[in-house]
């Protein structure tokens, strides 16, 4: 009994180190022939922080101390110096003037539109070119949606189809209207003002207080300052009916975390993207970014372009576009460097072989990095397997 105990007790012992061994040399195998691969995918990202503060602008306020106010000059519209912006008038009778004299004009401009149109069409050999003609004027003011150009060509097409007959549209008509405008024109200079632009600049009727703050305070803005010019608000004058910018540049200065900010350095263009405020990203350059304050910053952007079209912008929240990059994403550990070539590449498996690929690096995070796409047959392409980690890697050799 005991002698098969210790015979049954050696076997056990073989068959254990026997197991040990074959899971060594497996182990040790595996360790040695393992290929981790991943697959190399398209990618578009950007780097962006969030900014939030108020548009500064070189601003000159516009008041009148007269009741009524007639303004003709349109929201944005570039303005010369001595260009009318309103006039101001005393009494609720000029306004209702002023209001004929603008009904006048634009009768004027179309009846004088359509007797032209009704001219040439008795000039032309048939009367279906002029058609034609009118009918792609009104096609093309409908697409430019200028309400001006459609209200004419409207009325230059009903010319066309209604004919001569129709007195609304006769030289009598113009002559008639021309008249009274004149007649209004020479009685509202007794208790009216014509209000020009003293200097060059764009219009714009929002007037909210903020004017007052130039891009002279730029330089001094803190974080608590720039939050406390935000939350006190300020007081606009009551006799104001506009203002003028008179700078195309105008400046974005807002709060953002010193994390964020770590990537601005002064000189450097960015993008601004102000969402439902404007559709397309502003280019700007950073002008300044100040000392941190309980971990926050002021950066100042300047800004070159779309002053008309954000010029109601004033309290805003903008992402600020670092940088865009649209390429190839690889593990950061798949790439390799060739320092005798200096260049990077990375293996790939293409039908079960491995085959080396040169890639250049336009953006690496800690994990991935992006690589540029290449036009040339032999370039990483997204798809691509990329070995991420192995052993004995070399061109050509044969992947299991």
Known sequence: ?????????????????????????????TLRGTTVTAEAVAADIELTGVASGMVIRQET??????????????????????????????????????????????EIARVSAALQEMRSAEEVTTREVSLTNAS??????????????LDTACLNLEALLLGAADASVSPGTLERLEAELF????????????????????????????????????SSLTPGTLQDMIENGAEPDAN????????????????????????????????LSFGRWYSTDVPAKVVS?????????????????ALAETIAM????????????????????????????????????????????????????DDYVIVRRGSAPGALRAGNTVVVSGKDLYEGKLME
């Open 183 to 218: 007649s209004l024109r020479h009685s509202s200079s007794a208790d009216s003002q014509v209000l020009t632009a003293e200097v060059p600049g764009v219009f714009s009727s929002a007037v909210d207080g903020y004017e007052k703050y130039g891009p002279d305070i730029l």
């Open 314 to 365: 004033r309290q805003v929240t903008a992402n600020v576009i670092f940088g865009a990059y649209s390429g190839i994403r690889v593990p950061a550990e798949a790439v390799q460097a060739d320092d005798e070539e200096e260049s990077t590449f990375v293996w790939t498996i293409t039908a079960m072989q491995l085959e080396r690929k040169d890639v250049e690096i336009i953006y690496a995070a």
């Open 61 to 106: 306020v516009l008041t009148s101390r007269e009741p009524y106010l007639d303004i003709t000059a349109a929201e944005g519209q570039k303005l010369a110096a001595g260009s009318v912006i309103a006039t101001a008038m005393r009494s609720q009778q000029g306004l209702e003037r002023a209001n004929r004299m603008h009904e006048l004009e634009r």
């Open 136 to 149: 792609r004027s009104l096609a093309a003011a409908s697409a430019r949606h200028d309400t001006a150009a």
């Open 1 to 29: 009994m005991k002698r098969t105990d210790r015979l049954t007790n050696i076997i056990a012992l073989l068959l254990f180190v026997a197991f040990l061994a074959y899971a060594g040399v497996y182990l040790l195998r």
């Open 289 to 305: 970014v100040s000392p941190s304050e309980d971990g926050s910053v002021v950066a100042v952007f300047r800004c070159d372009t």
């Open 240 to 271: 104001a009916y506009g203002k003028l910018v008179s700078d195309y540049r105008w400046y974005f200065a807002a709060v953002m975390s010193t994390v964020d900010a770590a990537n601005l350095t002064p000189g450097r263009t960015i993008s």
